[in-house]
């Protein structure tokens, strides 16, 4: 075993259970310390490569770059609030306009926030404000957040919801997930029969159509297992809000950010959205959440939603310094995640081959996951198997992450070398041998 687990990791494992309220740890013990590039050290000095980027935050590297650090301690020392849902201030002008720049024509108006949950809290106001309807349409397998609107949403897992409904103006339908497919069909004979359920049943059953503000949709669901729907799956998705007076909200949180290739993972689907959220990855390290609208939308009535610390001039200062790294290097970064995404799908695609506990193996760019599973025949899912992987990895030195009920997310910073990756995915590769051979 590489990584050595000392009594001080112990000890501060322990303070911590007896402090703070239960969220969602790991199986390993991690206790971070520091970090640099592709590299993440717990306080101990173990050093890890990290294939989870503390969730898709440092996508420009772990503890973000020289630029976006030397922002953050010149703004320190101006000023860190600025109040600026109430006052006025260039910076975060400056960002706005940084970001906008990234998105399709026709967008030019954002709110910003804390964090995903809060962009995607806004999304919803914003979409009955525009619309004057209330209900709303989401995937099973979405995770929009834990605050009370935002977990309306999210159907990711039962636990999530579990004692704090009841929950009004949300209804679910089943995403694209063709590995298991809900219906038992197999794409693309199938003829999107997921799509056909959304029409034939919740939109002519349960409400109607025209009361339906906005579909809420993941281009690749994240929480719910790195699921990518077939490339003109988001195309019926869109058709149905165009013919019906809906709105598209895309939460781009994980996916976006350059993390698929391009700055916004749906338009590898070819379609745009009417309302975006974005976070993570947006604040290079620091809490920021931003909600993007169309233009074609109009504005909002003054006074009908703000906050305290959207906008911070910290969190703002890394924001902008940041996004100026991605414009200025975008076309670099689209071809370098593109490149590296297309060699990471083939080694786990080599895996799925290899081994019977790799179920299925998918992903776009540097956002890509492979689904455990007891074997390829029942597919009933390797729990205990991925939690093993993830602590053999662990210590052989690789930070990695679940997500879904038994899929393994592969997230390095998008800037990762090549040597690392590689690096990376043979102590993968490695621990999933293992796994394997305990099941044989």
């Known amino acids: 075993m590489a990584v050595k687990i000392t009594k001080r990791i112990k000890d501060i494992i322990e303070r911590d259970r007896r402090i703070f309220l239960t969220t969602t740890r790991e199986p390993y013990p991690f206790v971070a310390d520091h970090g640099e590039g592709d590299y993440s050290f717990d306080v101990e000095g173990n050093k890890f490569l990290d294939f989870a980027s503390y969730i898709s935050v440092y996508n420009i590297g772990i503890n973000a770059n020289a630029s976006v650090r030397k922002a953050i301690k010149a703004q320190v020392d101006k000023l860190m609030h600025a109040a600026f849902t109430d006052y006025y201030s260039e910076l975060p002008v400056e960002f706005g306009e940084e970001l906008i720049r990234m998105f399709p024509k026709g967008f030019g108006k954002l709110f910003l926030s804390n964090s995903g949950t809060e962009a995607n809290e806004a999304a919803i106001k914003f979409a009955q404000l525009f619309t004057k309807r209330t209900n709303i349409l989401a995937f099973y397998g979405a995770f929009h957040g834990r605050t009370k609107g935002a977990l309306s949403l999210t159907a990711s897992k039962s636990i999530q919801r579990a004692n704090f409904g009841p929950f009004s103006g949300v209804v679910h339908v089943p995403f694209a997930y063709c590995y298991r497919c809900p219906f038992n069909l197999s794409y693309p004979g199938c003829g999107f029969a997921c799509v056909d359920y959304i029409k034939k049943y919740p939109l002519s059953k349960e409400l109607s159509p025209k009361e339906v503000s906005a579909f809420f949709i993941e281009p690749i669901q994240g929480e719910g297992g790195y699921i990518v729907p077939p490339q003109d799956y988001f195309k019926e998705i869109k058709k149905i ?12 949180v994980q996916s976006g950010y350059m993390r698929t290739g391009k700055f916004l993972a749906l338009d590898n689907f070819g379609v745009t959205a009417d309302i975006y959220t974005m976070a993570k990855s947006l604040g290079a390290g620091l809490p920021i959440g931003a909600t993007i609208v169309s233009k074609s939308l109009g504005d909002i009535p003054s006074g009908s939603h703000a906050n305290t610390f ?27 995640v593109k490149r590296k995404g297309r060699h990471m799908l083939k080694r786990l695609k080599e895996m799925e081959s290899k081994y019977e506990i790799v179920g299925d193996a998918r992903g776009i760019g540097l956002m890509q996951a492979i689904e455990i599973v007891r074997d390829k025949k029942s597919k009933i899912p390797g729990v205990k198997e991925r939690e093993k992987i993830l602590e053999e990895a662990f ?28 690096k990376g995915l043979d102590i993968l590769e490695r621990a999933v041998k293992s796994a394997n051979s305990g099941k044989q």
């Open 241 to 252: 809000t165009e013919d019906n007076g809906m709105l598209l909200v895309a939460d781009e």
């Open 395 to 422: 210590d052989n030195g690789l930070l990695l992450m679940p997500a879904g009920e038994s899929s393994i997310r592969i997230i390095p910073p998008i800037t990762i070398s090549d040597s690392n990756m590689e």
């Open 310 to 336: 959207g906008g911070n001039l910290v969190s703002v200062a890394a924001a902008l310094a940041s996004i100026k790294f991605i414009s200025r290097n975008k076309r670099r970064l689209e071809s370098e």
